[in-house]
């Protein structure tokens, strides 16, 4: 209705805008088409072209325009979207994801028919630096839903009950935007487990309870009202158990298609509670990467990269054991800090230079251990 009066090109797909506008509403939908012509002008008064509104117009508008329920949200985050692609290796994790996150909302009349049920909770645990955040950033992109973050940092308060109402809040917006991802990074640091019997953890123990409460009763909400024939029976001293007394309404949100996802490093902290069916029903370990896969984040990392002749990625991949994601990114960027105060050396030296301190880095060598663990627990 909107765009029926507006100078469309002919690759804007509505039906695709349609699909990446989860959560906006008329007033949201209306701003983004305004922002959209704005931004054919600006690009027209430059090129000097026709005045028709493109696709990408809409996919510059998409990222000023955000949805009216997610402003000045405690779990709002902008970040920019990741593909699949974008991730070296990792193919079983990834399978894994898109079954868990991606299948539900894209084929939902598949699990109906089944009579599968789609998990409420996904727990992503492993090293440091294994990709585990861009993951769940990659499963929001793809399932074009709404994304939000809370780590420790965003709930806990000097003030008592204010940690519990700010995670209460969250889970509420995340019900308002749905289909939507609420993504609780390092969840070991926010919950915990309640056998550490410690002075400190009262926070964290109702914080623990409170999400419980909401991964057990999510897509139910209970809503206490008195009416005016209640207010009358109070006046008069009427008993409470009468029926004008207390009314109470129950509302089915359609909140189905809200999924929480967790991301943690040391899962034997966590409470026994959460990790059972019911809360947390798929639990994927993100192993560091082999060297195939390191092979295939070195390729993405210097994909701009002006690599000499003789630099052979596969050679480096070899010699990167114990490597995460992240440290072979890191590696990248130290190679370019190099190149760029010493622009006068081959890079083939560089390679060689920094490939020394390569050999030292071993940060996943330890979560191994602990994955094995778990695993076999």
Known sequence: MLSTQMPLCSDVDVASLAEMTTGYVGADLTALCREAALQAILHTSQDAGSH????????????????????????????????????????????????????????PEAFIRLGLSRPKGVL???????????????????????????????????????????????????????????????IDSILGSRADSKASRGV??????????????????????????SKKCLQEGLPEQQECDRQLDYQEVCNKDVLVVAATNR????????????????????????????????????EKMPLDSDVSLEDVAEKTSFFSGADLENLCK?????????????????????????MTSGVCKNHRKLAQLIVDM
Not at 165 to 179: D, Y
Not at 212 to 225: A, F, S
């Open 52 to 107: 028709l509104i493109r696709m990408s117009n809409f996919l510059e508008a998409l990222k000023k325009v955000h949805p009216s329920c997610l402003r000045s949200s405690i779990g709002q985050t902008d970040f920019r979207p990741v593909a699949w692609e974008h991730i070296g290796g990792l193919e079983d994790v990834k399978l894994k994801l898109k079954q868990s996150i991606e299948w539900p909302m894209k084929f």
């Open 124 to 186: 992503l645990y492993g090293p440091p630096g294994c990709a585990k955040t861009t993951l769940v950033k990659a499963a929001a992109t793809s399932c074009h839903c709404s994304f939000l973050s809370v780590s420790g940092a965003d709930l806990f308060s000097p003030y008592v009950g204010d940690s519990e109402k700010t995670l209460a809040q969250v889970f509420q917006q995340a019900r308002a935007c749905a289909p939507s991802v609420l993504f609780l990074d390092e």
């Open 204 to 229: 964290q123990d109702r914080v623990l309870s409170v999400i419980l409460n909401e991964l057990d009763g999510i897509g139910l909400k209970v809503t206490e009202r008195r009416g005016p024939a």
């Open 267 to 302: 899962p034997d902290l966590l409470d026994d509670a959460l990790l059972r069916p019911g809360r947390f029903d798929k639990i994927v370990y993100v192993p560091p990467p082999d060297q195939e896969a390191r092979l295939a984040i070195l390729k993405i990392c210097t």
């Open 334 to 358: 130290e190679w370019k800090r190099y190149l760029l105060m010493n622009s006068a050396l081959p890079f083939r030296l560089v390679l060689t230079v920094n490939g020394k301190h390569a």
